[in-house]
């Protein structure tokens, strides 16, 4: 409850910024509404309002009801713009604003550099933000609190960093909050799957990762009823049918994977899952245990095919258990996806043959192609930044018009980038136009959803927004059928 400080009710609003050139399903903006749920357990009013789902009239919105203080959720480039407007909006209202988020947590100097907020909230932000609200409540100066950075005099000033919150102190998220049904989607057969997590953080030391930054390398998990009466809750009042852990990774070990599906088991609820997790963690015994628990597919992150990159990027994973991992699954029925990264800086040619041999081999149900793309907190991009081989971007304009998601530009690797876009695309359409994952499937489902995913997104959206994101789509899915079809020596180049 309240502390004994203030007993003043704040007010908060939480934004979630629409972004630019997204054409997936949106995602149940997790963060935000642990926060929220923890402020409004301690009293303290709350509301979000997410513009990934539909644009509001902010300042109505402000207007009517007149928030003490607005925090905005920046998770990547491509939310700055509306970001912006929102954050500006609410300065001239007289709330304080707060950023946070991965992106805003990562390179505050960035943020306080092309626009004037009042501080940033740095990393997790549950038991922060509880401390800015009764901070605020008794008069104090917000600049006291741990977790948070500001600007002063040109300079960015961090308060001392704040120690992980026990998650078992947080409620069962509270969906009251907003709006669950645009979030729900259909996933491998199932047509209600709703986006959870049980834990915070991951293990591995990947150098291309913001983890060891952001999370500190710190793994952490919920209690499982706390999970449990979450899904209960959307199973009963939305229909829901299977739950996409958002963790980055999925279980440590053998017994916490067992002590999770005993519990799906005993709790009774009927649903599936599916993971994401590292090769290595699991032998075959393990994936039926799973399957017989619910499981549906599992997500895992090979980056790379070559032992030597592997290394260089400190994937951490066994490399000769890969090809097994996925034999496992396949043989007692898990969906596969396996993760590619390609364009790593300095890759050569071969690495990057030995990355589509590896594709091609492994029993994976699906197989997907990213460009590496140099982010903020990561050892890679600061290597890159130090050594002058990346500029970033200087303004939020830039950054808007940064495309690593189409092309690697620029291309860090030694291998043109031609030749990176077609293995992409190559992969890209094979996915599209196959029934992968299972007897019931039919050809281009994959296509069908991606297609549906995008026509969600102009619901709630003005015609702006609409026409921006049909020639975004348009343009990428022309972008992946031309490098897939037209340059055929490349792909026999590399064996496909």
Not at 19 to 25: F, G, K, V
Not at 168 to 181: A, G, N, Y
Request: charged share 25%; hydrophobic share 40%; with cysteine.
């Amino acid at each position: 409850m309240i502390d004994e400080k203030s007993s003043f009710v704040m007010r908060v609003l939480f934004v979630n910024p629409a972004m630019e050139r997204y054409t997936r399903q949106v995602a149940m903006p997790l963060g935000l509404l642990s926060i929220a749920t923890y402020l409004q357990s301690n009293g303290h009013t709350v509301k979000i309002l997410d513009h990934t789902i539909r644009f509001s009239d902010f300042g109505k919105e402000l207007a009517s009801f007149r928030p003490d203080a607005v925090g905005v959720s920046v998770l990547s480039m491509k939310s700055f713009t509306d970001a912006e407007r929102v954050s500006l909006a609410a300065k001239r209202f007289g709330a304080v604003v707060i950023w946070g988020g991965m992106f805003a947590s990562l390179d505050p100097e960035f943020v306080f550099k092309n626009i004037d907020i009042d501080c940033i909230s740095v990393s997790e932000g549950e038991a922060t933000w509880l401390d800015v609200v009764e901070t605020m409540a008794s008069g104090g100066d917000l600049h006291t609190v741990p977790g948070l950075c500001y600007a002063e005099n040109g300079k960015v000033i961090h308060t001392p960093a704040r120690p992980f919150i026990d998650l078992s102190l947080l409620p069962p998220l509270d969906f009251t909050l907003i709006d669950v049904e645009p979030y729900l989607g259909t996933m491998y057969g199932c047509k209600k799957t709703a986006l959870l997590y049980m834990a915070k953080g991951c293990i591995g030391n990947c150098s291309f990762c913001f983890n060891k930054t952001f999370h500190r390398q710190c793994y952490r998990m919920r209690p499982v009823e706390t999970f449990l009466q979450e899904v209960k809750y959307l199973i009963e009042h939305h229909g829901v049918d299977c739950i996409y852990f958002a963790d980055e990774l999925w279980c440590r070990n053998r017994g916490e994977m067992r002590y999770q599906c005993d519990a799906f088991r005993r709790s009774g609820l009927d649903f599936k899952w599916g993971v994401q997790t590292r090769v290595g963690i699991f032998e075959r015994e393990d994936f039926q245990y799973m399957k017989d628990s619910g499981c549906l597919w599992i997500d895992f992150g090979i980056e790379t095919g070559s032992r030597e990159m592997m290394k260089r990027i400190h994937k951490g994973i066994p490399y000769d258990k890969i090809a097994q991992t996925f034999r496992d699954c396949a043989e007692v029925g898990i969906i596969t996806l396996a993760n590619f990264i390609i364009g790593f800086p300095d890759e050569t040619e071969e690495q990057l043959r030995e990355t589509v041999q590896m594709a091609n081999t492994i029993e994976a149900t699906q197989k997907t192609f990213f460009f590496y793309m140099p982010g903020p907190g990561s050892p890679l991009y600061e290597e890159l930044v130090r050594a002058g081989r990346y500029h970033p971007p200087k303004d939020f304009k830039a950054y808007t018009k940064v495309k690593f998601f189409y092309s690697p530009k620029p291309n860090f690797s030694k291998v043109p980038t031609r030749e990176l876009k077609a293995i992409r695309a190559y992969f890209l359409w094979k996915g599209f136009s196959r029934k992968f994952f299972s007897e019931d499937a039919r050809t281009y489902d994959i296509a069908k959803k991606d297609v549906l995913d995008v026509l969600k997104q102009f619901r709630g959206h003005g015609f702006r927004f609409a026409w921006q994101l049909f020639w975004i789509s348009a343009y990428e899915f022309t972008d992946i059928f031309l490098y897939s079809h037209l340059f055929p020596h490349i792909l026999r180049k590399y064996g496909l």
